[in-house]
């Protein structure tokens, strides 16, 4: 079975992890696993792998307005070698400082690719679950949309240094701890927006109408062969950990003065149906593995 479908049957059996942490007696916690063969295109630095790791689970604990707390991974790797593992670890260390976070250690293990098993724990007093979107509520996303998919562009392209840079993403930590408590229904874009949306309107029991255009990233714009491409790599592709999140319109304007980075409406909630620009949005996203 490919991941959608296991994820599926998992939620039947461990119902209480459906979003994108568990929230335990105030607590949050999520763990993540990538690997190079994946995850880490030829060109990513052992630095960048690090960040992106140890990013991929702090963006969950921003998903669920959390307080990022700490983390630590698991790295494996064919051999041990210092200034690899250091970068890794430097990397770790300085996306959980970016957040406000500590990054307190994790495992060694030999593997046959480079491998990063990471977990990230965060405080919350109102977590903001997938399930509580309702009809005529604003559909918004921080951030932009694609700059994993340029970066994969420039990896290909023999741009390392410029595709390190837009793999290393800033959680949005800060941003879910504003949205906590007035968003109704959060999750990050880490599947693609397209994806995400169709995760949340099978949480909230509900539809989107969404509207052009989309906050797609400059990297995009300037790299994407056409507009086919450009809504591939900003729609579809994921991999960027924005927060997608539904809350009341009449709050808009109060959260954006609030937050340090961009909160644009792509659309609004409706009673079912998931649309973009009046056309069927298909579910269709990253795939892990």
């Avoid at 991929?56 to 630590?72: K, P, T």
Wanted: hydrophobic share 45%.
């Amino acid at each position: 079975m490919d991941e959608s479908a296991a994820l599926r049957r998992l939620s039947a059996l461990l119902p209480e992890a459906g979003d994108d942490a568990a929230v335990v007696d105030g607590l949050v916690i999520s763990t993540d696993m990538l690997h190079e063969s994946t995850d880490f295109p030829v060109g990513t630095t052992p630095y960048t792998a690090g960040w992106r790791s140890v990013g991929a689970s702090l963006s969950d604990i921003a998903a669920m307005g959390g307080e990022a707390v700490a983390a630590v991974a698991v790295y494996g790797a064919p051999a041990f070698e210092w200034e690899a593992i250091e970068a890794f670890v430097t990397g770790a260390r300085d996306v959980c400082r970016s957040v406000d976070g500590a990054y307190v250690g994790g495992d060694l293990d030999q593997h046959e690719e480079l491998t990063a098993a990471t977990t990230a724990v965060g405080r919350v007093d109102e977590p903001v679950w997938r399930s509580g979107a309702s009809p005529d509520e604003a559909v918004c996303v921080t951030g932009t949309l694609g700059r994993s998919a340029a970066a994969l562009e420039l990896f290909r392209a023999g741009e390392t240094d410029r595709a390190n840079e837009l793999f290393q993403f800033s959680p949005r930590v800060a941003a879910g701890r504003v949205l906590a408590g007035r968003a109704t229904a959060m999750i990050d874009s880490s599947d693609g927006v397209a994806r995400s949306l169709h995760q949340l309107a099978a949480a909230s029991d509900c539809g989107f109408a969404l509207d052009s255009p989309l906050p797609i990233d400059d990297a995009v714009e300037e790299l994407a062969a056409d507009e086919a491409d450009r809504r591939e790599m900003g729609v579809f592709f994921g991999e960027d950990f924005e927060l997608v999140c539904t809350l009341p319109t009449e709050l808009l304007s109060e959260l954006r003065a609030e937050l340090s980075v961009p909160l644009s409406r792509i659309g609004t909630v409706t009673d079912e149906g998931i649309t973009l620009d009046g056309e069927e949005l298909p579910d269709r996203g990253y795939t892990h593995g």
